[in-house]
């Protein structure tokens, strides 16, 4: 039987928090690393997570933003201020940022 909520925000929550139990049930022991010793082999691409970055996810996914939303939104502007700028702008690679720089290094504007 489904829960019914009272708000939003109230699922939500107990949503973000099933998805914390659901971690350090089952997931947190595939990201313990604390038995690593100097020497021990160790993968350049892994996926390294806990239940706050599973938490984040969730939490995009019930907006329903699978690519920028709120989450980039933020990030920029806190990133922006934080280094001093007045805009900075979120791409989905190097290329993509290599190809914005180019655009406005080269534009007639300038």
């Known amino acids: 039987m489904i829960k019914k909520w009272n708000s939003e925000e109230e699922a939500r929550a107990e949503i973000k928090a099933m998805v914390g139990d659901y971690y350090n049930q089952f997931k947190k022991s595939e990201n313990d690393h604390s038995d690593f ?25 019930l907006d329903f933003w699978l690519t920028t939303g709120r989450f980039s939104k933020q990030f920029e502007e806190e990133f922006a ?3 001093g ?17 180019f655009s406005v290094l080269t534009a007639n504007e300038l």
């Open 37 to 61: 010793k100097p020497g021990d082999r160790m993968g350049y691409g892994g996926r390294v997570y806990d239940e706050k970055e599973m938490q984040a996810l969730t939490d995009a996914c």
């Open 85 to 101: 700028v007045r805009y900075a702008h979120l791409v989905n690679s190097g290329s993509s940022a290599n190809l914005i720089a």
């Open 81 to 83: 201020k934080w280094i």
